[in-house]
């Protein structure tokens, strides 16, 4: 293989263990998304929220962002960032950053707005404090979403990288010929 299409690969080794930190990491942000609510099962904004579960949200997805934060940093150390298939992984793994930290700071300001709502007096801070809550809560859980959808983005692109590796080993013999015995030459001392 030539060294240039060499220096491109990332080992699969490194893809495959990359790929198994993504998938768990992926399927938690989209169980968070779905598993996280704020309106009861009537479509309301409960009449109490309780600050502690909303609070826990935002803690439970700043936990998870310091996950993806950690893995994108790993790997944008790696040498295998500056690759093609890398630097597209990395671009992934970068939106999936900056959405997760979104989500953190929505589900945060939910959770304030809630310790705000019994001290409205008038109905319509209510509704404004009520309505901010709902839009909040709902961006941080679609950011959760997109975060999910970026993690996928990433791994799906080192699967397309291992299918690469593997039309590759197709190409090339796996086991260099014998070389042959060199000729003798035709000049005589």
Not at 132 to 151: K, N, P, W, Y
Request: a neutral charge.
């Amino acid at each position: 293989m030539k060294p240039d299409i060499q220096r491109e690969l990332i080992p699969p080794d490194d893809a495959l263990r990359l790929i198994g930190a993504l998938n768990p990491m992926k399927a938690k942000f989209n169980d968070y998304a779905q598993q996280w609510q704020l309106l009861d099962e009537s479509g309301h904004v409960p009449a109490e929220p309780s600050y502690t579960e909303l609070l826990g949200h935002a803690t439970g997805a700043q936990d998870l962002s310091r996950d993806v934060l950690r893995l994108t940093g790993e790997f944008a150390a790696s040498p295998h960032s500056t690759n093609r298939a890398g630097r597209t992984t990395l671009a992934h793994l970068a939106t999936a950053s900056t959405f997760s930290a979104h989500a953190t700071s929505h589900f945060a300001e939910t959770a304030e707005a809630a310790l705000g709502l019994p001290r409205s007096s008038r109905p319509t801070d209510q509704h404004y404090v009520t309505n901010r809550m709902v839009i909040d809560h709902a961006s941080a859980r679609a950011f959760l979403r997109r975060t999910s959808e970026s993690l996928r983005d990433a791994a799906k692109e080192l699967e397309d990288h291992l299918d690469f590796h593997r039309f590759l080993s197709t190409l090339t013999p796996q086991q260099s010929p014998a070389l042959a015995p060199p000729r003798p030459s035709s000049r005589r001392r």
